[in-house]
């Protein structure tokens, strides 16, 4: 366990950022620097981006006469945090089973943690967020896709090999839409800000309706729509912005009641871009639970916003040295 003074660095990787910040002992973040990453670049390039921000943040922390004790990175998957490795994730291709962790340990001298972007953000969430006092936590992220994360007892499940809790692309229409998993009908596919968008496109290119206040709020080009264009539009009290997000938590509550059927978690926490969007049908959701979960007491589980907006990233990297404090460190 980092002892109670030192930072630990927190770093965020996406497919079009790198974000980094100094994170002390109560989950506070008390810095933060972000630069571009270039995923279509080769791998040195990609590390180079991540090297290039994680060395700001340092410079930031002796300037302050604060110790780094280690390094925390939240990256998309596949990955395999037991190696510390990036496997192939469809939004970074410059990176090829990577050894992510093992590079930045040796550009940086610092002990480096990797997870899953998902499970970090959950882990964050049950130890300092919205999660924390309970046993057995259910993060969600809702956004351009679906990820999830289970923790129990404070640490991040992880399965056989690492892969566990791609909750994202659990099936809940077999016919449904394609997935870009491959799969069809998954929860991704049919709840996501991007599916939200592609059903009202579909809706509005087949109704003979009045004009919605979706297409008017994005510009009257319908390419141009986003779930946040259909958030705003429901605001103003648009009929079809308020059917279409009713649909969403409705595929949302079917998904969930099967979770609560496998894993009757302590409590279910909802981040990612969408989940202010969602969080106003927290209580539509509960009320279907019980049409489709068989536990009897599935709508005393608590739905919760995360606590982590935009920062869950660089919070659940450095959440990662807090479970691993809890383990050998072998």
Not at 134 to 153: D, E, K, Q, R
């Amino acid at each position: 366990m980092p002892p109670p003074e030192a930072l630990i660095l927190g770093v965020d990787i996406g497919g079009t950022k790198v974000a980094a910040g100094l994170v002390d002992a109560q989950g506070a973040i008390l810095h933060r620097q972000r630069v571009t990453m270039v995923p279509d670049r080769d791998a040195q390039a990609g590390l180079d981006a991540v090297l290039a921000v994680v060395n700001a943040v340092a410079a930031e922390a002796k300037a302050r006469g604060r110790e780094v004790f280690g390094i925390g990175i939240s990256s998309p998957g596949p990955l395999d945090p037991r190696a510390g490795l990036v496997i192939n994730p469809p939004n970074l291709p410059c990176w090829r089973n990577f050894p992510l962790a093992r590079e930045v340990s040796r550009g940086t001298r610092l002990p480096v943690l990797i997870d899953n972007d998902a499970n970090a953000a959950g882990l964050a969430e049950a130890i300092w967020g919205a999660g924390k006092g309970y046993a057995s936590v259910f993060y969600v992220t809702l956004g351009t896709g679906i990820g999830t994360g289970i923790i129990l007892n404070g640490e991040i499940y992880l399965g056989r090999t690492g892969a566990a809790a791609e909750g994202g692309h659990v099936i809940i229409d077999y016919r449904g839409e394609p997935c870009a998993c491959g799969k069809r009908g998954c929860i991704e596919a049919l709840a996501s800000g991007p599916a939200l968008a592609r059903r009202a496109r579909q809706r509005l290119a087949a109704t003979q309706a009045s004009p919605s206040k979706i297409l008017t709020l994005a510009g009257g080009n319908p390419e141009a729509i986003t779930a946040e264009t259909i958030a705003e539009a429901h605001r103003a009290g648009d009929p079809l912005a308020a059917q279409l997000l009713a649909e969403t938590a409705d595929y949302l509550a079917i998904w969930l009641g099967n979770v609560i059927d496998l894993l009757e978690p302590d409590v279910i926490v909802i981040g990612g871009g969408m989940s202010a969007v969602i969080e106003s049908w927290f209580e539509h959701i509960r009320g279907q639970l019980p049409t489709w979960s068989i536990n009897s007491r599935c709508q005393e589980i608590p739905l919760r916003r995360a606590a982590y907006g935009e920062d869950a990233g660089i919070a659940g990297a450095a959440a990662l040295w807090h479970q691993r404090g809890r383990q050998p460190l072998s």
